[in-house]
T-cell receptor, first 111, second 113 residues
Framework: GESVGLHLPTLSVQEGDNSIINCAYS??????FIWYKQESGKGPQFIID?????DKRQGQRVTVLLNKTVKHLSLQIAATQPGDSAVYFC??????????FGKGTRLSVIA | KAGVTQTPRYLIKTRGQQVTLSCSPI?????VSWYQQTPGQGLQFLFE???????NKGNFPGRFSGRQFSNSRSEMNVSTLELGDSALYLC????????????FGEGSRLTVL
């Protein structure tokens, strides 16, 4: 498959453990945040989003936490599975402006 | 419901040539945006079209251009190709713009020799 990032930060976790992927953003005006998952050879796939009036949002096995004070976003994946292995991107925007993507983190699940 | 379709999936060009990439958005989606993805720079925004009008443009040279048709299908063109244009070009569609989920296609992998 294609490599979407040769020198990305990598997080290795044991199957069944929880994963936490972090993202720092720089624009204090950003009010909308999204996490995307990109598997090899595929386009990014939406995981979960959160708006700035919230600090936590939960989905199926995933939780996004937003700390506006320190401009930090995290994605927590519960009971990580081999199928979760991918590159994860955070993205942000302010108002109706283009999404700005972070550099990504590669998650590797050890079976 | 069909997803975002990009063609071609893979192509090889030589320096100085030009290329046209096509994107068919999800039915009913009026906003189409394009991103360039490279290992070094990650996902970089190229431009966004809404109802046949370019609404946003990223920081790319004029060699990169695009358009959108009345059926919301979009094309992007890169002229006078350079080696550094080798990348995965991703198209994403959404209902109305940037305040909701973007749905991405699988991309067009361009290699410039």
């Amino acid at each position: 498959g294609e490599s979407v990032g040769l020198h990305l930060p990598t997080l290795s976790v044991q199957e069944g453990d929880n994963s936490i992927i972090n993202c720092a953003y720089s624009n204090s005006a950003s009010d909308y945040f999204i996490w995307y998952k990109q598997e090899s050879g595929k386009g990014p796939q939406f995981i979960i989003d959160i708006r700035s009036n919230m600090d936590k949002r939960q989905g199926q096995r995933v939780t996004v936490l937003l700390n506006k004070t320190v401009k930090h976003l995290s994605l927590q994946i519960a009971a990580t599975q081999p199928g979760d292995s991918a590159v994860y991107f955070c993205a942000e925007n302010a108002g109706n402006t283009p999404l700005v993507f972070g550099k990504g983190t590669r998650l590797s699940v050890i079976a | 419901k069909a997803g975002v379709t990009q063609t071609p999936r893979y192509l090889i060009k030589t320096r100085g040539q030009q290329v046209t990439l096509s994107c068919s958005p999800i039915s009913g989606h009026r906003s189409v945006s394009w991103y360039q993805q490279t290992p070094g720079q990650g996902l970089q925004f190229l431009f966004e079209y809404f109802s046949e009008t370019q609404r946003n443009k990223g920081n790319f040279p004029g060699r990169f251009s695009g358009r959108q048709f009345s059926n919301s299908r979009s094309e992007m063109n890169v002229s006078t190709l350079e080696l550094g244009d080798s990348a995965l070009y991703l198209c994403a569609s959404s209902l109305s713009g940037w305040t909701g989920e973007l749905f991405f296609g699988e991309g067009s992998r361009l290699t410039v020799l």
